[in-house]
T-cell receptor, first 115, second 114 residues
């Protein structure tokens, strides 16, 4: 069965500290992988995506993620967080080569920033 | 930059009433989706729509739900007889013509059923 696991429900880091949000997936084949961010009361904004090629992908707002096939992981990282990064982060997977691919979301990780 | 737009941003309705949520996807997209997020929970897939028909639907999408693309630009979600548990944020999304798998989401419509 297809699934996405984000083991951390809530993480608090200090402003300026580094960040890593974990994501593991279960899928039949190599999926498309995404990270979305949701600020309070807002919609979902795409941070970055992995389709193929270089396993380290760069996204917006200084975020990056690394696809590790052997670990079925796609962890999100940022070297130095800013107070504006406080939000809910969702990892998601979607199938390749599907006529109408749906995305499956993880349960999300809420990020709080300590001043 | 093109974006997906949704109306209304917030709707309050009485249990048993019909609700229609509207979405205008990005103009050259061909794949359309509705997702739901109950407060504090994960974003759940409801339905996908392609070539004027439903491609896939989840177990949540029962006979009370329907989708339509009435005029080539709007994409609507109708809930025929709302229940308390339908209270949620409903997100519309659209996908590119080439189906890269990336979805573009609207800002959501919050539905409150009393």
């Amino acid at each position: 069965a297809q699934s996405v696991t984000q083991p951390d429900i809530h993480i608090t880091v200090s402003e300026g500290a580094s960040l890593e949000l974990r994501c593991n997936y279960s899928y039949g084949a190599t999926p498309y992988l995404f990270w979305y961010v949701q600020s309070p009361g807002q919609g979902l904004q795409l941070l970055l995506k992995y389709f193929s090629g270089d396993t380290l992908v760069q996204g917006i707002k200084g975020f990056e993620a690394e696809f590790k096939r052997s670990q079925s992981s796609f962890n999100l990282r940022k070297p130095s967080v800013h107070w504006s990064d406080a939000a809910e982060y969702f990892c998601a997977v979607g199938p390749q080569y599907s006529s109408a691919s749906k995305i499956i979301f993880g349960s999300g990780t809420r990020l709080s920033i300590r001043p | 930059e093109p974006e997906v737009t949704q109306t209304p941003s917030h709707q309050v309705t009485q249990m048993g009433q019909e609700v229609i949520l509207r979405c205008v996807p990005i103009s050259n997209h061909l794949y359309f989706y509705w997702y739901r997020q109950i407060l504090g929970q994960k974003v759940e897939f409801l339905v996908s729509f392609y070539n004027n028909e439903i491609s896939e639907k989840s177990e949540i999408f029962d006979d009370q739900f329907s989708v339509e693309r009435p005029d080539g630009s709007n994409f609507t979600l109708k809930i025929r007889s709302t229940k308390l548990e339908d209270s949620a944020m409903y997100f519309c999304a659209s996908g590119r013509q080439s189906n890269t798998g990336e979805l573009f989401f609207g800002e959501g419509s919050r539905l409150t059923v009393l």
